[in-house]
């Protein structure tokens, strides 16, 4: 059975960044209807992923969750729009998994804000957290303004492709990892290695 474990950094309840999760998941299921979702509300793990920053030890709650993603065969990752850039919880969260724990995993990327001209941020700022985790982003990502809600029309096509090249990804993939690039880490260069 595959896994995806869904992300969402919404901060209210309800949020649109839940919403749009939710609905990337359901896109995803209708192709792949055996699919397993695991949603993770960084929300309810605010608190433990500061201490976790600080410390160096997750709670249990924040392990349990770290422990679904790394598991996961796929990730829907959906965050909210601030400063022109994901959410700090956001970023936290990734920060405290391990950096290979994202090798070769398929992801799904998505955000949502109040107008349409913070779209950029799927490629100028979550596509590169992502390439630097070593994940493998699918082509299509969705971006929600507050006006998509009004009329989802627009927003139901452009999940629904989302969720059909996700599927393909996991479905032709499964668990395995990326074939290795021949990537050498930059101090190992120095290192003469």
Known sequence: MTTIAVV???LSQPSST???ADKLALSTRSVLPDAKIEVIELRDLAV??????LTGFPSPALRAAIDKV???DGL???TPVFTASYSGLFKSFFD???QKALDGKPVLIGATGGTERHSLVLDFALRPLFAYLRAEPVATAV???SSDWASPGDLDTRASRAGRE???RLSSEGTAAAPDSGFVPFEQLLAGG
């Not at 433990?48 to 920053?53: S, Y």
């Open 8 to 10: 969402t950094a919404g």
């Open 143 to 145: 971006y929600a303004a």
């Open 76 to 78: 829907i990752a959906v």
């Open 96 to 98: 405290v998994l391990d």
């Open 48 to 53: 433990e992923v500061t201490k976790n920053m």
């Open 70 to 72: 790394t598991a996961a």
């Open 18 to 20: 839940r919403l749009l």
């Open 166 to 168: 996700f599927a393909a």
